[in-house]
């Protein structure tokens, strides 16, 4: 789950500001993967009934494309620059992830242009973007396991515009 706004600890700094409690990066990505999974399997369940329930489709599908996308901003603005900066050698890891980014937002707007459940909505869909978010998932994850502390590590340092908001 992407958190809106940071929490914070209650526990004062030397300066007075709350601590942020820093969730782990790699483990908010790699449940974001989880449910995301969940999401494939429930569409590809809906796709195989007769006749299909195209209100399921939609309850799967809206909050699915939706995440998509601020998961791969999130992504990019976030954990990329950081993985960039403390991670072992994660250039092509990166720009792969960004290419996928790239195609799984591309079937999303794709799909966007045909009616929902419609055979033109699962082509333009399932079969450009899930192979890639497939790809993308195992990616990830794998950058996320193999870096450790480190991301949490780059992320725990709070900065002085890390403030709570009223």
Known sequence: MLLR???WSGVARSDGLPCPVVP???QLILDDHAWFRQQFADLDDLQARDPLDVAAVQRVWEPLAARLD???IAEERIFYPQLLRFG???QDETLDAIGDHNDIRDAVHDAARHP????AWWQAWVRPGRPTTSTWVRRNARACRTSGGTRRA???TPSASSSPSS
């Not at 929902?116 to 055979?119: A, D, H």
């Open 5 to 7: 706004r940071p929490l």
């Open 24 to 26: 782990d990066i790699t």
């Open 70 to 72: 601020v998961h791969a």
């Open 88 to 90: 072992e050698d994660p």
């Open 116 to 119: 929902l459940g419609t055979e």
């Open 154 to 156: 780059a992320f725990a």
